[in-house]
């Protein structure tokens, strides 16, 4: 307090509160650096009697302070110290009228009123410098005097420039300010204070004329396109913010919207729609989801505003300049030619909330709506926002453009060496001028409204500036040691996650080795470009980036050479094409495909080729695991009458018979769980089931993928039901169609030209392998567990091309699967009952075009059908779950009712014989499979797919898969 009152030459001013009407004594002192408040200085007249503020308790004796009655100041002395100080508000100078009378007549003058007199240069300042060029130490007194005079002189400027400014600010508004500066510094944004009522958000950006303009291609749209859809992009917006979970960056993010409101940039919350109508008086207003964006420990809310339409229906017209660090290192050496003797000093300025403080032009509020869950009740909530939001295009140039202003006024009218990027205010001066530097930029900043953080001001000769330290002393770039750490975690992360999330360009030091090969950086500021260009960071970052480059060419050999763009081949059917195409498609619909796509990236990135290998073969290799717990909890949980068919038997106490069939035996696992409960079943298979249920399980040794066995497996559909005369329909039905990963992909095909030659290859290589073997005296026993009752060793190619769409349906191999399918479908539907439930095990990619057609085609046929796969890693196969059959549809050769485009799928598609020699036949155009092999992208999907059931039902497919492939690489 002494300090203060020292530094501001503070007078005291002692009265008594009573002789201004109060009803006790209460003596105050105040201090005040005028004595124009002299006035107050009255004591008690003594003409009164006083109330005592410390009494006895007549009871207990001790002293009651009754204190809180004296703490308002009475009227007659706030009237008092109000004209005192209105006075010094009108005219500060008042008291020294008399003084400023004082004149001298002109003929005594030494010069002319109002001129400066010249600053004769050091007498020293001459030999001075030219030691120092020579090289000679000199004395600290020698160089203090060089160049003190310029420093002092513009210093003086400045104050008068202040003084004169901020008699302005007092007399006009902060708008009219900003046009009587911008008049003043002679601007081309003339029309800049005409949008400081309010910036409109949408349409086209009103260009300044400071910037070049924006040439390159925009895809805009009219503002009408969005408001004629603005209650179906509400809706929209709406559901999603009901799905978003609460968490603790929710919480910050609702604690930072309710600041907003406090500091009054923004109204709300508001829980119902019809409130925010109300205050913007209209009904077509879009709503813009608030999510958390973490930097730096720090939760910030940004506003999703291309989701609804907003930013797509903005026009941008310029494109902003903005400051680099080469810039600032250009600056600084031009003051250290300019200024070689003086230590340089920098200043920065931090603007508080900047984007909050640029008001949306009221009309186009409808398009400012936030919507955000509240984490407490659960409910989301609308805020109408009154200053920018961060996420609109819009913001990022109106913004800078009233930011642009006022570094334009630091520069011109007050000779400031000052740079604006965003937010942050800084620029670089003498050590003498600097100070100055920096109050001017606070005082222009308090004047035009413009709010700044004072605990983040600097004037310092080591200034940070966007994450840089400029070593003025030095005249180095530094980075601390905390940012130095981040930046190589950062670069760590790059091995993990391949790639980083701000896209930076490199110039001078990233060799054209590196340049070639694409590399993205993670670099959250500008500055730190610089200070990379200049060779800083290439030393810690050099060899993160090699091994960038080697991780993303390995991740791009491995994904091509499965075939696929899921790194996974297709050894169900060899048509990698077709799984492109879905993909292609899925991709932008399906965002479950995006997050299955990170994990299979990561591991193609992370495993050594052994494991690799391993992570492509687990789908097909780790199936029907737990059985047990996918056909009770698992189906019950999904569709509700899957518990009340496997209960008919004991509860209705009747007999219950269900079909299954497949290239696989059923497993004991499903066996004993469906005959506990009552049923018995009939299976079709080339192997028996497994023993202990003989009794109850009937088997019929049909192979559904071998020729030889297709007309007693036609029979199953004739009038007597062939090998399974009944019952003549069955309520529940499987169809379990698996494929050997290790089948022999060189299966020789009967029916190609060169046959004979390749047979009598075959045989000639078989007898030297037995006779080698046999010399040997090394047998090794076969495998008999056999899926489909084929010949094992090597792994298929994973892409076979030239034949067909659908890979080489010319080869033997691919044959009996597109058979065994065809079959097991066509019998288990045939002989499925009415309202009967279909379950089919799904051998493929869970991303393939046949799979969405069967689960297309399924889903005309019955109510329900359910796409899903078991949650973990223990097993990967995918289940189709379809319940209520409607056979009556089914049965029916009615164009569109459903049951004509199957029924063609089987009877006309799949009769593979020597006439389709060269690949698939032309299917009818009534086949839903001609949609997807006659085309070049599957539009099967669009039509069959992409709706509100079967879209949610394969987004979540394709997360559980993500969920399992994760898994799978963390172990």
Same mark, same amino acid.
């Given at each position: 307090m002494q300090q203060l009152i020292s530094e501001t030459r503070a007078l005291a001013l002692d009265f008594d509160q009573c002789a201004f009407g109060a009803p006790s004594v209460k003596p105050t002192r105040l201090l005040c650096s005028t004595d124009l408040l002299d006035d107050v200085c009255v004591r008690c007249p003594g003409n009164h009697l006083h109330v005592q503020l410390k009494v006895r308790d007549p009871r207990t004796g001790k002293l009651i302070f009754r204190t809180k009655a004296a703490q308002i100041y009475p009227w007659a002395l706030c009237a008092s110290i109000a004209m005192n100080v209105t006075v010094i508000y009108e005219d500060a100078l008042a008291h020294l009228s008399t003084t400023f009378c004082l004149t001298t007549p002109v003929a005594d003058r030494k010069r002319e009123l109002g001129s400066s007199k010249p600053w004769p240069g050091h007498r020293q300042a001459d030999t001075a410098l030219k030691a120092q060029w020579a090289g000679y130490q000199l004395k600290r007194g020698a160089r203090c005097g060089v160049g003190a005079g310029p420093s002092r002189s513009r210093c003086h400027e400045r104050y008068q420039l202040l003084t004169y400014w901020e008699h302005r600010a007092r007399q006009v508004c902060h708008v009219e300010l900003y046009a009587e500066m911008l008049s003043a510094c002679k601007s081309v944004d003339k029309d800049l204070p005409v949008f400081l009522h309010g910036f409109p958000i949408v349409g086209t950006i009103a260009p300044t004329g400071r910037w070049p303009p924006y040439t390159k291609p925009q895809k805009a749209l009219p503002v009408q396109d969005a408001l004629k859809r603005a209650w179906a992009l509400r809706r929209k917006i709406i559901s999603r913010a009901h799905g978003v979970p609460v968490s603790d960056n929710l919480r910050k993010n609702w604690e930072a919207s309710i600041e907003d409101v406090t500091e009054g940039s923004c109204l709300g919350p508001f829980s119902e729609e019809a409130q925010v109508s109300k205050i913007l008086d209209c009904e077509d207003w879009i709503p813009t989801q608030r999510f958390e964006v973490v930097q730096k420990n720090k939760v910030r809310g940004c506003d999703s505003a291309?989701?609804?339409?907003?930013?797509?229906?903005?026009?941008?017209?310029?494109?902003?300049?903005?400051?680099?660090?080469?810039?600032?290192?250009?600056?600084?050496?031009?003051?250290?030619?300019?200024?070689?003797?003086?230590?340089?000093?920098?200043?920065?300025?931090?603007?508080?909330?900047?984007?909050?403080?640029?008001?949306?032009?009221?009309?186009?509020?409808?398009?400012?709506?936030?919507?955000?869950?509240?984490?407490?009740?659960?409910?989301?909530?609308?805020?109408?926002?009154?200053?920018?939001?961060?996420?609109?295009?819009?913001?990022?140039?109106?913004?800078?453009?009233?930011?642009?202003?006022?570094?334009?006024?630091?520069?011109?009218?007050?000779?400031?060496?000052?740079?604006?990027?965003?937010?942050?205010?800084?620029?670089?001066?003498?050590?003498?001028?600097?100070?100055?530097?920096?109050?001017?930029?606070?005082?222009?900043?308090?004047?035009?409204?413009?709010?700044?953080?004072?605990?983040?001001?600097?004037?310092?000769?080591?200034?940070?500036?966007?994450?840089?330290?400029?070593?003025?002393?030095?005249?180095?770039?530094?980075?601390?040691?905390?940012? %130095?750490?981040? !930046?190589? *975690?950062?670069? &760590?992360?790059? $091995?993990?996650?391949?790639?980083?999330? =701000? #896209?930076?360009?490199?110039?001078?030091?990233?060799?054209?080795?590196?340049?070639?090969?694409?590399?993205?950086?993670?670099?959250?500021?500008?500055?730190?470009?610089?200070?990379?260009?200049?060779?800083?960071?290439?030393?810690?970052?050099?060899?993160?980036? %090699?091994?960038? !480059?080697? *991780?993303?060419? &390995?991740?791009? $050999?491995?994904?091509?050479?499965?075939? =696929? #763009?899921?790194?996974?081949?297709?050894?169900?059917?060899?048509?990698?094409?077709?799984?492109?195409?879905?993909?292609?498609?899925?991709?932008?619909?399906?965002?479950?495909?995006?997050?299955?796509?990170?994990?299979?990236?990561?591991?193609?990135?992370?495993?050594?080729?052994?494991?690799?290998?391993?992570?492509?073969?687990?789908?097909?290799?780790?199936?029907?695991?737990?059985?047990?717990?996918?056909?009770?909890?698992?189906?019950?949980?999904?569709?509700?009458?899957?518990?009340?068919?496997?209960?008919?038997?004991?509860?209705?106490?009747?007999?219950?018979?269900?079909?299954?069939?497949?290239?696989?035996?059923?497993?004991?696992?499903?066996?004993?769980?469906?005959?506990?409960l009552g049923w018995s079943g009939i299976c079709v298979g080339p192997m028996k089931p497994p023993p202990g249920n003989e009794d109850l399980l009937q088997f019929v040794q049909l192979d559904p993928a071998e020729a030889k066995d297709q007309f007693q497996i036609d029979e199953l559909l004739g009038e007597t039901g062939g090998l399974v005369p009944s019952p003549p329909t069955f309520p529940l039905a499987f169809v379990n169609v698996l494929f050997n990963v290790n089948e022999d992909s060189s299966l020789l095909d009967p029916y190609d030209d060169d046959y004979e030659e390749k047979l009598k290859e075959r045989q000639e290589q078989e007898a030297a392998e037995a006779e080698a073997k046999k010399a040997a005296g090394k047998k090794k026993k076969k495998d008999t567990v056999v899926q489909e009752n084929a010949e094992l060793p090597p792994v298929p190619p994973s892409t076979v091309a030239g034949y067909g769409v659908v890979g080489l349906t010319r080869g033997h191999r691919v044959r009996r699967r597109l058979r065994a399918i065809k079959n097991c479908l066509a019998i288990t539907m045939g002989r499925l009952a009415k309202d009967g439930s279909l379950v089919m095990v799904w051998p493929g990619l869970p991303l393939h075009p046949v799979l969405f057609f069967i689960a297309g085609s399924l889903r005309k046929l019955f109510q329900r059908v359910h796409v899903f796969s078991p949650e973990g890693s223990k097993t990967f196969e995918v289940y189709m779950l379809a319940a209520g059959y409607k056979r009556d549809k089914a049965d029916s050769k009615v164009p569109g009712m459903g049951g004509l485009e199957i029924r063609s799928f089987f009877e006309d598609t799949w009769r593979l014989g020597p006439k389709w020699r060269n690949g698939w036949p032309k299917l009818p155009a009534s086949s839903g499979t001609s949609r997807f092999l006659g085309r070049k992208k599957p539009v099967f999907i669009e039509n069959d797919l992409v709706d509100d059931g079967i879209s949610t039902i394969f987004f979540a497919l394709f997360s559980v898969w993500n969920q399992k492939k994760g898994y799978k690489i963390s172990v």
């Open positions: 291309t989701t609804n339409m907003i930013n797509q229906i903005t026009v941008i017209t310029e494109k902003p300049q903005l400051p680099s660090t080469d810039s600032n290192v250009a600056a600084l050496r031009r003051l250290r030619s300019l200024k070689p003797d003086d230590e340089l000093v920098g200043w920065v300025l931090d603007e508080h909330k900047a984007y909050r403080q640029v008001a949306v032009r009221p009309d186009q509020r409808k398009f400012s709506v936030i919507y955000l869950k509240n984490p407490e009740s659960g409910a989301p909530n609308f805020f109408v926002m009154v200053g920018h939001s961060c996420g609109l295009v819009s913001a990022v140039y109106n913004y800078n453009r009233r930011s642009a202003a006022i570094n334009e006024f630091l520069v011109s009218i007050f000779g400031l060496v000052a740079f604006s990027f965003y937010d942050d205010k800084y620029g670089f001066e003498p050590a003498g001028t600097a100070p100055s530097a920096r109050e001017v930029a606070e005082r222009v900043h308090f004047w035009l409204g413009a709010k700044f953080d004072q605990k983040k001001l600097q004037l310092s000769s080591t200034p940070t500036i966007l994450g840089v330290t400029y070593n003025l002393e030095k005249l180095q770039l530094e980075i601390k040691p905390e940012r %130095k750490d981040e !930046i190589a *975690s950062s670069a &760590r992360s790059v $091995e993990e996650v391949g790639h980083f999330r =701000t #896209p930076v360009q490199f110039t001078a030091v990233i060799p054209e080795s590196v340049k070639s090969a694409h590399v993205i950086l993670l670099i959250d500021s500008e500055a730190v470009e610089g200070a990379l260009v200049k060779g800083m960071l290439f030393a810690i970052l050099a060899s993160k980036i %090699k091994a960038v !480059i080697t *991780s993303r060419q &390995r991740v791009a $050999e491995r994904i091509e050479a499965s075939g =696929t #763009p899921l790194g996974l081949p297709d050894a169900a059917f060899d048509a990698p094409s077709m799984v492109q195409d879905a993909y292609d498609a899925m991709i932008q619909k399906s965002p479950g495909v995006e997050v299955m796509m990170e994990a299979i990236l990561q591991a193609a990135r992370r495993m050594d080729a052994e494991n690799w290998q391993r992570f492509q073969q687990i789908p097909l290799l780790h199936v029907h695991q737990d059985d047990s717990t996918v056909h009770s909890n698992l189906f019950a949980q999904n569709e509700p009458s899957w518990r009340p068919l496997l209960q008919r038997p004991k509860k209705r106490k009747q007999s219950c018979a269900f079909l299954h069939m497949g290239t696989a035996p059923m497993t004991p696992v499903l066996a004993d769980f469906l005959t506990k």
